[in-house]
């Protein structure tokens, strides 16, 4: 959708939206101990039926899990170490599920939680099977409730407190509008305790990013994302065609009745395959594999898939299935994708045709290394 300045186009956006995706961080949701405030999950349950009354679907990205699970476990601070964190979330994911799907049952409203993982949606079963979770609850009326699966993460278990998450999930439900609510009224071009400090209400292009001073994480204790966060999530939903609206968790209402509040974040690209979105944002190389010049020109150039012919070198302790990034000769990183090979079985692969490899070891070895399919070319 294309967006101009002015309060009449603001409104026009959301009230354009058919389905709206919205995201809380943990200290708009929590006390500051760290449990679950009753009264914030019922002031946004309420914006949220508001929404749904207009006949907008809504899916709530909600972080909390681990805030929520701090107090019923004698805590104070989030915890710093992994089975720490991953069992408060075990605890308070239910809370917290709990406590929403009491307040949309007063408005009539069914809940259903999603758990996620980068398996979920980067491997090509997974990721049919999520899309397809999605479609139905929302064919059925449901609204999803989505997070991370903190309790089973077994890599870093922050996704950029779920803003990155949100922004991605936007795409995978084909989402008209994001909206990120946090314990900030929008993008400053500075810190917003800092006088003189001015609100950005309008972001069209990285353009509009030069001046503006990024800060972390907020001072709440309870979360882990900072503004760095949302800008970036803002930036995976406007390339792929979503405008952004970023604001506080006070003034959601009006941001969900199409006031120009916080900042809004026009939508600069057009959609792209959803796996492809997920496997350039939401994994991380699990190894490398150098390529020489033909086969980065084949691979940037015609799109084509990888063959084990054009890699040089191998790196990494990875297996069939896994994200690995793609070097050129001189190290530079070109692009991502999933390997069809375990990282022990390539160097004796290396630098042969795949009709050799068939005569050699088989038909089974008459494949590509990465298929274009499984390929996201990353910026250079």
């Not at 075990?90 to 069914?110: D, K, N, P, T, W």
């Not at 800092?194 to 001046?211: F, I, N, W, Y």
Request: aromatic residues 2%; proline residues 3%; negative net charge.
């Amino acid at each position: 959708m294309t967006t101009t300045d002015g309060s009449a186009a603001r409104a026009s956006l959301v009230a354009g939206a058919r389905r709206i995706v919205v995201k809380v961080g943990s200290s708009s949701l929590t006390t500051a101990a760290g449990g679950i405030d009753p009264a914030r999950v019922r002031r946004l349950v309420e914006v949220l039926a508001a929404v749904r009354g207009t006949g907008a679907e809504v899916v709530l990205v909600s972080s909390g899990a681990i805030a929520a699970g701090l107090a019923p476990l004698g805590l104070t601070t989030r915890p710093r170490g992994l089975a720490a964190q991953q069992a408060a979330a075990s605890v308070g994911q239910g809370l917290l599920a709990h406590r929403y799907q009491e307040e949309f049952a007063r408005h009539g409203i069914v809940t259903g939680q999603v758990l996620l993982t980068v398996d979920d949606v980067t491997r090509r079963v997974h990721y049919r099977n999520a899309h397809q979770t999605f479609a139905k609850l929302l064919e059925l009326g449901v609204v999803p409730i989505v997070n991370e699966n903190d309790t089973v993460a077994t890599s870093e278990i922050r996704f950029g407190d779920n803003d990155r998450l949100a922004a991605l999930v936007a795409h995978l439900v084909h989402a008209d509008l994001l909206v990120l609510l946090s314990d900030v009224d929008g993008l400053y071009d500075g810190p917003p305790s800092r006088e003189g400090s001015r609100l950005v209400p309008l972001v069209r292009s990285e353009e509009d990013l030069a001046a503006v001073t990024i800060g972390s994480a907020g001072s709440s204790g309870v979360g882990t994302g900072g503004m760095t966060t949302k800008v970036d999530a803002a930036r995976i939903a406007t390339g792929a065609g979503i405008d952004v609206v970023l604001t506080s968790a006070d003034q959601a209402a009006a941001a969900l009745s199409g006031v120009e509040v916080g900042t809004l974040f026009a939508a600069t690209g057009k959609r792209r395959p959803t796996r492809l979105l997920w496997l350039a944002h939401a994994t991380s190389g699990q190894g490398t594999l150098t390529l020489d010049a033909g086969a980065v020109r084949a691979v940037v150039e015609r799109r084509a898939s990888l063959l084990a012919a054009g890699i040089t070198a191998v790196d990494g302790g990875f297996v069939a299935g896994d994200a690995v990034d793609l070097l050129g000769p001189d190290g530079a990183l070109v692009a991502r994708g999933l390997v069809n090979f375990d990282a022990e079985e390539l160097p004796a692969l290396l630098g042969r045709s795949t009709s050799e490899l068939k005569v050699a070891l088989g038909a089974a070895y008459e494949r590509e290394v990465i298929h274009r399919d499984d390929l996201v070319l990353l910026e250079r």
